[in-house]
């Protein structure tokens, strides 16, 4: 199994409170992905790193910001938690997109009141 | 847009039966992976297809890829209990490396 940790595994926050999710990964792999997943939609795509600093937008970025100051690391920022961002996160790495391979985490479940 | 869609959502059956998970898309996909879910877990690659017309077995798991690239099955002999999860496809575009998902099937089997 690849080596990728989210932390927190369970989180429940207040409206309108920021909240970091982080993913650390120990394979060195270049490309990080920050998904959702809530039923009937499966996998949504919020944010992705291609690179230390290197980030982009995914298909539902709005709340959410990112940064990766290491390889190792990808966090995950809601800047003022709302109903609607309850939902499971995961995080996945991929050693080369061409592939397009990824590995999951195990998740964190974010419940915000 | 692209969408893969995936049929049926659910699906429960007895120990022993077969059954396929269709993944269909309207739009062409350079490769296409199929994961499954277990509740409380991250979703685990289990095969990746490239090739128009690629059949490939893991164990009684079968996966292939339409010949136009354009959807793709995944056949189960002989289900059993350890089978149950969710069942996600996902397509790769050349044009920005992101996996399109499909929303999944939730596959129940009953001893």
Redesign the interface.
């Known amino acids: 199994d690849a080596g990728i940790t989210q932390s927190p595994r369970h989180k429940v926050t207040e409206t309108g409170t920021p909240v970091t999710l982080r993913c650390h990964q120990t394979e060195n792999h270049r490309y990080m992905y920050w998904y959702r997943q809530d039923p009937g939609h499966g996998l949504r795509l919020i944010h992705y790193s291609y690179g230390v600093k290197d980030t982009d937008k995914g298909e539902v970025s709005d709340g959410y910001s990112v940064s990766r100051s290491k390889t190792e690391d990808f966090l995950l920022t809601l800047e003022s938690a709302t109903s609607s961002q309850t939902s499971v996160y995961f995080c996945a790495i991929s050693g080369s997109p061409r592939s397009y391979e990824q590995y999951f985490g195990p998740g964190t479940r974010l419940t915000v009141t | 847009t692209q969408l893969l869609e995936q049929s049926p959502q659910f699906l429960s059956i007895q120990e022993g039966e077969n059954l396929t998970v269709y993944c269909n898309s309207s739009s062409v996909f350079?490769?296409l992976?199929w994961y499954r879910q277990e509740p409380?877990?991250?979703?685990?690659?289990l095969v990746?297809v490239v090739t128009g017309g690629e059949v490939k077995k893991l164990k009684r798991l079968t996966f292939q890829f339409g010949d136009a690239r354009k959807d793709s099955s995944l056949h189960i002999t002989a289900a059993q209990p350890g089978d149950t999860g969710l069942y996600?496809c996902?397509g790769?575009e050349n044009s920005n490396?992101?996996?399109i998902?499909?929303?999944?099937t939730k596959l129940i089997i009953k001893p």
């Open positions: 350079s490769s992976q409380g877990e991250g979703p685990v690659l990746t996600l996902a790769g490396y992101q996996l998902w499909g929303a999944g």
